[in-house]
């Protein structure tokens, strides 16, 4: 296996390539749209909602709150899910500064 070799890159490259790779899945899009949507923290109507299975949401939420772009916290048995407003901020701001408008203002490109 080959190493990615992430050292050759400056940081703000590999922070907008982890934050990409936190969100490169259909169903933590799913989860994320739905917990904007809802706006408040989430509990147990992901699984209705998303009709994935328990497990399956599971390690979708668990690889989402590692990258920082949620926050759960314990309710009795459960845990409850929500957008950690920071980090979601900082998300908009890479992402809008890395898609910069290009091309010839016409639209029809360079090819």
């Given at each position: 296996m080959g190493s990615t070799k992430?050292?050759?890159?400056?940081?703000?490259?590999?922070?907008?390539a982890n934050m990409a790779?936190?969100?490169a899945h259909p169903a933590r899009i799913a989860i994320l749209e739905q917990l904007v949507k809802?706006?408040?923290?989430?509990?147990?109507d992901l699984v209705?909602?998303?009709g994935l299975a328990q497990p399956?949401?599971?390690q979708h939420l668990k690889?989402?709150?590692?990258?920082?772009i949620i926050q759960g916290s314990v309710e009795g048995?459960?845990?409850c899910y929500c957008i950690d407003p920071k980090?979601?901020?900082?998300?908009?701001?890479f992402f809008n500064n890395f898609f910069v408008e290009v091309g010839d203002p016409t639209g029809e490109g360079c090819c």
């Open positions: 992430t050292d050759l890159f400056n940081k703000k490259q590999n922070e907008l790779k936190a969100i809802t706006n408040a923290c989430i509990c147990g209705v909602e998303l399956t949401i599971s690889e989402l709150k590692l990258a920082g048995t459960s845990v980090v979601w901020k900082k998300f908009r701001e």
